[in-house]
């Protein structure tokens, strides 16, 4: 606990000037014959554990102590700790001195039930760490945590980038998995002839699928350039060819859900306008039978001399008579027409 400053002592104890420099680490980890031991920050000035074979370190970039930390320590080479500090989140990758830096897209995790917002992941991969790091919580991270938690064998930085690869697919695949359960949920809507979907409904998901499919189109080009630089390892290579794989799966799953959409809103727009039809006919039947009684009341509402039935005391009723003749009249001239359908 940091003591109050008194006369003659420093202003600021310690205690707090250590809490001031320490980074903002979320969790870390060393590797010893792959199973992993949790690293606090007081770890982080002494060497990793001894049998380590690499040390994992996810930070908080946000946290300006994790960028006073980076400075003082120096653990990545100049161009690697840039990327890692830059708040640019388009993706792109760095190579210097076998470390590797990458930054990907990833969906930041929501504490409250909303629509996925795209978030950005940094990796540096090197040969003895590995750090990750976000400015906003992300999906990926809680999946690696918890792989992690429950003993997960990781028993290299190579093994550690698949690990990062793996939880990002599954979180991109839950995220497809959803999408198909809303298009079903409407297309089961749709064959009850129950259809209470909105078209601001259709617009989200419509919008949340060309995200994603921006997504991992970026992600593919990306990773794909990295084939041709000669600072990769073959074991990285292999893991990012195999997560390369795992997004055009998941990138032709959800153009699949987004033809059926598609077919889903040409079918409803289909039962709307034929709703709309179906609405205009009757409307325009109503409006024939009743034009001709229309037209007989308002002769007979006119004020002039030598109205038919003006003196007469069955005049109203006669009235009334050749309205409703005139419009059954009109009727069977439909009827007989083919207009009105049976």
Not at 93 to 105: K, P, Q, T
Not at 131 to 151: M, Q
Request: net charge negative.
């Amino acid at each position: 606990m940091a003591k109050l400053a008194i006369e003659g002592e420093p202003m600021i104890s310690e205690d707090v000037r250590h809490l001031a420099l320490s980074p903002g680490l979320i969790w870390g980890y060393d590797f010893v014959d792959g199973r992993a031991a949790p690293v606090t920050d007081n770890d982080l000035s002494d060497a990793p554990t001894p049998g380590a074979t690499f040390r994992w370190l996810h930070f908080n970039l946000a946290d300006q102590r994790t960028v006073r930390w980076l400075d003082a320590m120096r653990p990545l080479p100049t161009s690697v700790a840039e990327l890692l500090g830059s708040p640019d989140g388009t993706q792109r990758f760095v190579i210097e001195e076998s470390v590797i830096g990458l930054v990907l897209h990833d969906l930041e995790f929501e504490f409250i039930e909303a629509e996925p917002r795209v978030g950005t992941v940094k990796i540096i991969i090197g040969p003895n760490l590995v750090i990750t790091g976000r400015s906003h919580p992300l999906r990926s991270a809680e999946v690696i945590r918890k792989r992690l938690g429950a003993g997960a064998h990781v028993p290299d930085s190579a093994a550690a980038l698949e690990l990062i690869f793996a939880a990002l697919v599954e979180v991109f695949r839950n995220v497809n998995t959803d999408l198909e359960a809303d298009v079903q949920a409407v297309e089961d809507e749709l064959l009850r002839d129950r259809p209470m979907t909105d078209a601001r409904t259709f617009i989200n998901m419509r919008s949340l699928m060309v995200r994603l499919h921006r997504l991992y189109g970026g992600t593919r080009g990306l990773l794909g350039r990295l084939d041709d630089e000669p600072g990769v390892s073959a074991a990285h290579l292999a893991a990012i060819a195999k997560f390369a794989g795992r997004l055009s799966n998941l990138d032709a799953d959800l153009l699949a859900i987004q033809s059926q959409l598609r077919l889903l809103r040409d079918e409803l727009d289909l039962q709307a306008a034929q709703q709309t039809n179906q609405n205009l006919y009757f409307l325009s039947v109503l409006t024939a039978l009743l034009m001709p009684a229309t037209l007989v009341t308002g002769i007979f509402g006119m004020n002039t001399g030598g109205l038919l039935w003006t003196s007469g005391k069955y005049g109203s009723l006669f009235a009334t008579l050749l309205a409703l003749g005139s419009a059954a009249g009109v009727y069977l001239i439909l009827r007989l027409s083919g207009f009105i359908r049976r």
